[in-house]
T-cell receptor
Framework: DTEVTQTPKHLVMGMTNKKSLKCEQH?????MYWYKQKAKKPPELMFV???????INESVPSRFSPECPNSSLLNLHLHALQPEDSALYLC??????????????FGPGTRLTVT | GENVEQHPSTLSVQEGDSAVIKCTYS??????FPWYKQELGKGPQLIID?????GEKKDQRIAVTLNKTAKHFSLHITETQPEDSAVYFC???????????????FGKGTHLIIQP
C-alpha cells in the first residue's frame, strides 16, 4: 500500500481566515513533504520533515506554518493568505535512508482557493 | 541549487508508437531521478526511477536511461496507449544534507497526447 491521504480535497478561504490542511500515511515512512503546485507548473518544494523534525524550509512565508504531530501525520496551517497562494498543495512521504533518497509517494492534493 | 530542464513541453504520438521525453540536470551531486505521471485533478504518480549507479532500467513498456557524464536522463514509453495520455514530470533529488530526506526538483513537465 503506497497511499497518502489528504483532507480536505477542496478549500476556499478568505484572506483573514485560518485553516489547516491535513496529510496522513501509514507506510511507516519517516520523511514527509509539502509541495505547492500552480496550474500548468511543476510541484515546488516547501517543507521537509525527517523523523518529525523540520529539516528543510524553502524560504516559505510565515503565513504557512507546518506541523508534524507524529510520524503518520503532517499538517499545514494557513493564516492571512493572499490570492496568489491559490494552488494545489501536495503532501508526499518516503523512507529515510542516509545518504540515498527513497521513492516519494504523493497524495491527491488539496485544491486551495483564496478569495 | 539543482535545475532540471525537460523537453518537449508537448508531445503528440500515434497510438502504438513510442514516446521519448528528455531531461537534463545541473547538480552533479544529484543521485536519484524519478519520473511521475500526473493526470488531471490527481497527484503525481511515481512510474519509474533510476539511481546514479545504474545506466538503464525497464518496467514493461516503460524504460529510463541515465547518462551521468552528460547529466541527462530520458523516459521511453513503447506501444503507447490512450491511457498513457497525461503530464509527465522528471525530477532530481536535491542534495541538501545527504540525510536521505531530500526534496525533489522537478522539470516543467511534458504533456503527452496519444492520438487514436
Amino acid at each position: 500500500d503506497t497511499e497518502v491521504t489528504q483532507t480536505p480535497k477542496h478549500l476556499v478561504m478568505g484572506m483573514t481566515n485560518k485553516k489547516s490542511l491535513k496529510c496522513e500515511q501509514h507506510m511507516g515512512h519517516r520523511a514527509m513533504y509539502w509541495y505547492k503546485q500552480k496550474a500548468k507548473k511543476p510541484p515546488e518544494l516547501m517543507f521537509v520533515y525527517s523523523y518529525e523534525k523540520l529539516s528543510i524550509n524553502e524560504s516559505v512565508p510565515s503565513r504557512f506554518s507546518p506541523e508534524c504531530p507524529n510520524s503518520s501525520l503532517l499538517n499545514l496551517h494557513l493564516h492571512a493568505l493572499q490570492p496568489e497562494d491559490s494552488a494545489l498543495y501536495l503532501c508526499a512521504s518516503s523512507q529515510v535512508a542516509s545518504p540515498s533518497t527513497y521513492e516519494q509517494y504523493f497524495g491527491p492534493g488539496t485544491r486551495l482557493t483564496v478569495t | 541549487g539543482e535545475n532540471v530542464e525537460q523537453h518537449p513541453s508537448t508531445l503528440s504520438v500515434q497510438e502504438g508508437d513510442s514516446a521519448v521525453i528528455k531531461c537534463t540536470y545541473s547538480d552533479s551531486a544529484s543521485n536519484y531521478f524519478p519520473w511521475y505521471k500526473q493526470e488531471l485533478g490527481k497527484g503525481p504518480q511515481l512510474i519509474i526511477d533510476i539511481r546514479s549507479n545504474v545506466g538503464e532500467k525497464k518496467d514493461q513498456r516503460i524504460a529510463v536511461t541515465l547518462n551521468k557524464t552528460a547529466k541527462h536522463f530520458s523516459l521511453h514509453i513503447t506501444e503507447t496507449q490512450p491511457e498513457d495520455s497525461a503530464v509527465y514530470f522528471c525530477a532530481a533529488s536535491s542534495e541538501y544534507s545527504g540525510g536521505g530526506a531530500d526534496g525533489l526538483t522537478f522539470g516543467k513537465g511534458t504533456h503527452l497526447i496519444i492520438q487514436p
